[in-house]
Nanobody, 122 residues
């Protein structure tokens, strides 16, 4: 089995910062892309940031210059540093990973974390 566990969410004031972590464990041979999504009530889930296995990153326009995604391959961990937080950043944040499992014969599988709540007060 594969486990994806996020942490680091919480309640902060506008302008504050949070650092989210996502740790992947289990029967993992390799991890390809890793990313963070978020979903606010009544809205569709959106991709916030992603990082490829080679280190290249992408961000949704609304967080550019404020959020930074990074990964530690030795720890199978991806981070999302969130600075200058705004009320509109309030959402449940989900970690997403593409994993090559042992015995998968080269086929990658997508896994989701349970989500962590980020609330930015108005």
């Amino acid at each position: 089995q594969v486990q994806v566990v996020e942490s680091g969410g919480g309640l902060v004031q506008p302008g504050g910062s949070l650092r989210l972590s996502c740790v992947v464990s289990g029967s993992i041979f390799a991890i390809n892309a890793m990313g963070w999504y978020r979903q606010a009530p009544g809205k569709e889930r959106e991709l916030v940031a992603s990082v490829a296995s080679g280190g290249s990153t992408n961000y949704v326009d609304s967080v550019k210059g404020r959020f930074t995604i990074s990964r530690d391959n030795a720890k199978n961990t991806v981070y999302l540093q969130m600075n200058s937080l705004k009320p509109e950043d309030t959402a449940v944040y989900y970690c997403n990973v593409r994993v090559l499992k042992y015995g998968s014969a080269g086929s990658y599988t997508t896994y989701w974390g349970q989500g962590t709540q980020v609330t930015v007060s108005s």
